[in-house]
């Protein structure tokens, strides 16, 4: 067991990296260790915002050219993978190729994709989300989900509520652009979004930023195209699949909006999604640990500050 101030240390440690930087020096390692994969890494020193510098893994999208003093920003990637099979994530640093999207009059060149972020229930989707469009406003908006379910206590203006009928008729009109219907005990849950809401954050120069799961992601894939969704999966801490539902189960009965059969109809859905990552792996394009909101946060903004996709 790790002593507790060691993994204080750690924490803060992988906090501190989380900055952007330029780069000081660099070096490729043409055969990396065991676990670190086949293809070579580059590895450099970042004197990161604060001052202070940090050692990781460059990652140099496309076919940009590495340079002493270009600028880096952060990202939490799976470093390499132990002997037991656990992938290990730490800190590596993004080359900086674009600047900010600006917000001009013509909008007609935005590039165009959409943050997606999945996961299961209780993993935090809805905290992130209102947390990153708060603290990047500039340059994302939040999609607003479509549901016929009922309004509950603890929504925080994600959902658009309106009944099966209109809900129909929206998709018949192909006004929702993906749709879902989520199982449970006590009613008809369909949940889906309108293409208009997406198209007036992308005609404001912004990312939309959507909420999802399963059947959307798939559906947002295939009506966009692949590349027009940069996907995060959200999990909760845990090394094992029942530490992390067990994490799940703790967080979804603390929060006190649902019913204990709710509750179990949530766990049984979190089960499927658990599944879902490894089944369908080339819909996700990062997977983050929400263990420590601020490093999710710092990773996610490290990708709205860089709109054309590599």
């Not at 590596?92 to 299961?120: M, N, R, V, W």
């Not at 005609?203 to 930023?209: C, L, N, Q, R, T």
């Not at 990062?286 to 990708?303: M, P, R, S, W, Y």
Request: neutral net charge.
């Amino acid at each position: 067991m790790s002593h507790p101030s060691i993994a204080h240390r750690a924490k803060a440690d992988r906090k501190q990296k989380m900055q952007a930087g330029k780069i000081v020096s660099f070096t490729t390692v043409s055969h990396p260790p065991e676990g670190f994969g086949s293809e070579p890494l580059t590895i450099g020193m970042v004197e990161l915002e604060d001052g202070s510098q940090a050692m990781g893994q460059l990652i140099v999208p496309g076919n940009a050219t590495l340079a002493i003093g270009q600028e880096v920003i952060p990202r939490m990637k799976r470093i390499r993978t132990n002997a037991q099979g656990l992938h290990l994530y730490d800190t590596a640093y993004e080359l900086l190729t674009k600047k900010p999207a600006e917000t001009t009059e013509s909008t007609s060149q935005f590039p165009g994709y959409i943050i997606a972020l999945y996961g299961p229930s209780g993993v935090g989707k809805s905290t992130v989300s209102n947390l990153l469009t708060a603290m990047l406003s500039e340059y994302v908006g939040t999609v607003p989900i479509m549901t016929t379910r009922s309004k509950k206590k603890g929504d925080d203006g994600e959902y658009q509520h309106i009944d099966e009928e209109k809900f129909i008729e929206m998709c018949r009109k192909k006004e929702i652009i993906a749709a879902t219907q989520i199982p449970s005990r006590s009613e008809n849950r369909w949940y889906g979004y309108r293409e208009k809401d997406i198209l007036s954050i992308w005609e404001a120069g912004k990312i939309p930023v959507v909420i999802t799961e399963q059947n959307l992601l798939q559906e947002l894939s295939s009506h966009y195209g692949r590349r027009s969704v940069l996907s995060f999966g959200l999990l909760p801490p845990g090394k094992s699949r029942r530490a992390m539902l067990s994490q799940l189960l703790h967080r979804l009965r603390s929060r006190g909006r649902d019913t204990e059969k709710h509750i179990q109809d949530r766990m049984k859905n979190a089960e499927r999604d658990l599944d879902f990552f490894e089944e369908r792996k080339e819909l996700f394009d990062h997977i983050l640990v929400n263990e420590d909101l601020d490093t999710v946060l710092q990773a996610l903004k490290g990708h709205v500050l860089q709109p054309e996709r590599g």
